[in-house]
């Protein structure tokens, strides 16, 4: 064979070959880079700032219209769930005020709240309660911040009959407190306060505090003339609350007597800040954001249709990032348009009744505009100013521009400096590594050639020693490896040929069983005998369990299968005693060593509906009752097999009657498979359903169904656990022909052996 004839590189030395390397993997690369980013210099302006300021714009717009829409989904939320709270107290409300007798509960009185004795004891203070500024200068106290969790107070009118007839009313609704406490518990911060106003002038109101005006009326307040006058419940907002004057959310419905007269006005306020936050879009976008609060009226100034403003935000300071809601103020206040050509665009947008985003001028800025309606004619704005969206493309541009030149004078220094340094490295690398590779190389042929015991002897005082050491004992480790893994197979080989060949007969009953291991060997276990009771056959199916996995959970699993097979040829004795001695066996080998093996042993009777079990630790078996369609648990009392000595296990029975009837014996591994490896646990109501769904099927296609459930939870991915399980099923027609089941099984166990001789070859 000719040789090749060899180019000029292949003639290079190693020195050349690896300068002239690092060179175009070094210098090249770079000097492409430096090219590159002049060239972008020319367009990164109109790619950068035109193009990406539109994908900027679209994603703040749909991001601030998404807020919008959250907000005001929450609020009509927050408004239904309001609604059935006064719907419950209205009900309870006049159900107590209908009643004759007062209760003879002490009461609480507005008057009577004392902070500095305390009264009453469980006073503790509440910031959502704290007064605002402008209430603190007008009335000049706080004592509104201490509240009561355990009491209604009750603020009686000044006219004394009045007077009387609200204290007779306030001894009917203390029978409220437990409602009032009930919803505070469920509802917790939704609940500002909870109030109920009378004609007689009585007001009360839940948690207790102070703080309430002694010229205060409910009867002239907003939220119970408008419930009185519309007959039905309302909605008010914003609105300030009495003793604290904080901005809040009200929803009032009026009380009716036995004669459906209105007797009084049931009330809630949530605080305003509660329902409607800005924080996300100043975290987000920017910290100029505007929040309003809008209604459409018409100005009787203009006579046109436009937007009253509610309630607005603002902040109380230049560095402050939270907002604060006021209201529009004593005189009505409009949203200000810069012409009435941009106020009718906006105007036609919000007629169509949904959300959206607009880039118009907002008070001579150009902002993001966006919105979304609430409530009937109700309106949530927010306004992000476009300097802020776009300010950190801007950022982002000058700094590309500083960058570009200052890498172009770094790129040209790195040029010369890295050829420089790379020749010289060139020289230096290939006399220190070409030796210690050579002889590396003829050690890897010999330990291709199957010489484990080859070795390389070099020191070199760096790095390349810890590679030389590796090497040494990749030898011995592949050849103890190449011993480990004949050996696990030939494990695995004896341990499936320990299981069932095939799934015995039984006339009137159906019977199949599977096992997935996790590992080469594992710890689960089924099994089936056939034995015999007063000379009648039994057919025992066994299903256990091994804590953990792996070669010593399979020699446990061996171990307790050979001691079950020794004693079910005694036929003398009880499932329970059987499992007994074996757990007195299994206890005496493996003590102190923390391993156990749980156990379901299962009796069927020939010609029998009885059915016996002995549970031993292990998850209770899964019956499906077709009739009834309904699941049920065999349970039972007993430890896992090998935890204590002599032991004695409880034997339990049931007539399953039913045709139809599914009985499933599995292990853990089932319902503890995590969706997708790590995700919830696939959960035994899984399981029922498979079985609920597939119940007129074979046992073997519901066992079928149920590992292929499994593995699609898990979507492919490997057992963390071994997966066993064995599906029984009463079927009067299934295996007709086994009269004689000694002789029919016989084909069970010829397979066994036939499986073994086929081994043998």
């Not at 306020?269 to 954001?289: C, F, R, T, Y």
């Not at 199957?450 to 004992?473: M, P, Q, Y």
């Not at 893994?485 to 015995?504: C, F, K, M, T």
């Amino acid at each position: 064979m000719a040789l090749r004839k060899l180019t000029f590189i292949h003639r290079l030395s190693l020195r050349w070959k690896l300068f002239l390397t690092l060179v175009l993997f070094s210098v090249l690369p770079i000097c492409g880079t430096l090219i590159t980013v002049q060239q972008l210099e020319t367009d990164i302006k109109d790619y950068l700032y035109e193009s990406t300021r539109k994908d900027l714009v679209k994603q703040a717009s749909l991001s601030i219209e998404n807020i919008a829409v959250n907000v005001a989904k929450n609020l009509e939320n927050s408004e239904r769930m309001r609604s059935v709270i006064i719907d419950v107290v209205a009900f309870s409300a006049q159900h107590f005020l209908d009643m004759h007798a007062p209760s003879k509960e002490k009461l609480l009185y507005s008057d009577q709240i004392k902070p500095t004795v305390p009264y009453p004891e469980d006073l503790v203070v509440d910031p959502q309660h704290a007064p605002t500024r402008q209430y603190m200068v007008k009335y000049g106290n706080d004592i509104s911040k201490y509240i009561s969790f355990g009491d209604i107070a009750y603020f009686l009118p000044q006219d004394q009959i009045e007077r009387a007839a609200a204290k007779l009313q306030a001894g009917k609704l203390i029978r409220l407190l437990p409602l009032f406490k009930e919803l505070k518990k469920s509802y917790g911060s939704f609940i500002y306060n909870l109030y109920i106003g009378t004609e007689s002038g009585l007001l009360a109101y839940y948690p207790a505090h102070g703080g309430i005006p002694k010229t205060y009326d409910p009867r002239k307040r907003v939220w119970y003339r408008l419930a009185v006058e519309e007959k039905k419940m309302v909605w008010r907002a914003p609105l300030r609350d009495i003793s604290t004057g904080r901005l809040v959310f009200t929803v009032s419905a009026p009380l009716f007597n036995e004669k459906k007269e209105i007797v009084g006005v049931v009330g809630l306020d949530v605080l305003m800040e509660q329902g409607l936050s800005g924080g996300n879009i100043s975290a987000a976008w920017s910290n100029h954001a505007r929040l309003i609060l809008a209604e459409e009226a018409d100005d009787k100034v203009t006579g046109s249709a436009g937007l009253r403003t509610i309630a607005h935000t603002y902040k109380r300071g230049k560095t402050d990032r939270e907002y604060t809601w006021v209201m529009g103020g004593s005189k009505e206040q409009w949203v200000k348009f810069n012409n009435d050509e941009v106020k009718a665009k906006f105007m036609n947008a919000i007629a169509s009744g949904t959300s959206g985003t607009l880039l118009m001028p907002w008070d001579r800025e150009s902002s993001l505009v966006a919105w979304a309606p609430f409530k009937e004619n109700s309106y949530f704005i927010a306004v992000v100013p476009e300097d802020d969206v776009m300010h950190l493309t801007n950022k982002i541009l000058a700094y590309l521009y500083w960058a570009s030149s200052a890498q172009q004078r770094v790129v040209e220094i790195a040029v010369v400096v890295i050829v420089f340094l790379t020749f010289l490295f060139a020289m230096y690398a290939s006399q220190t590594i070409s030796k210690p590779m050579n002889l590396m190389v003829e050690a890897f042929k010999e330990l291709a050639q199957g010489n484990f015991n080859a070795r390389v002897e070099f020191k070199t005082g760096d790095e390349r020693d810890t590679l030389v050491e590796t090497f040494n004992r990749i030898g011995p480790q592949l050849e103890h490896l190449l011993e480990t893994q004949q050996a696990l197979d030939v494990a695995h080989e004896i341990q499936e040929n320990l299981l069932p060949a095939r799934s015995p007969k039984l006339p009137g009953w159906q019977i199949s069983g599977a096992i997935r291991y996790c590992d080469q060997t594992g710890g689960d276990y089924y099994d089936y005998y056939m034995t015999a009771c007063d000379g009648n056959p039994v057919l025992s199916v066994v299903v256990g369990d091994v804590s953990g996995h792996g070669v010593a959970s399979a020699l446990l699993m061996t171990t307790a299968r050979a001691l079950l097979r020794v004693h079910t040829e005694c036929t003398r004795i009880s499932a329970s005693r059987r499992v007994s001695q074996v757990s007195n066996l299994l206890a005496q080998d493996i003590h102190g060593t923390g391993q156990f093996m749980t156990l379901f042993y299962l009796e069927i009777m020939l010609d029998s509906d009885t059915v016996r079990w002995v549970r031993a630790g292990h998850d209770p078996a899964i019956v499906y009752l077709p009739e009834q369609k309904e699941f049920t648990e065999l349970r039972g009392k007993g430890l896992p097999l090998g935890v204590i000595e002599r032991f004695e296990y409880e034997e339990s029975e049931i007539d399953l009657t039913q045709q139809g009837t599914i009985v499933l014996l599995g292990t853990d591994g089932i319902w503890e498979a995590r969706k997708g490896g790590y995700g919830d646990l696939y959960g035994k109501d899984r399981v029922r359903e498979v079985i609920r769904k597939h119940a007129s099927k074979t046992a073997e296609e519901i066992r079928d169904y149920v590992l292929e459930a499994v593995e699609a939870w898990q979507k492919n991915v490997p057992n963390a656990d071994d997966v066993t399980l064995v599906v029984i099923k009463k079927d009067k027609n299934a295996n007709k022909g086994c009269e004689e089941v000694s002789i029919c099984n016989l084909d069970f166990f010829i397979e066994e052996k036939d499986k073994d001789k086929d081994k043998d070859e």
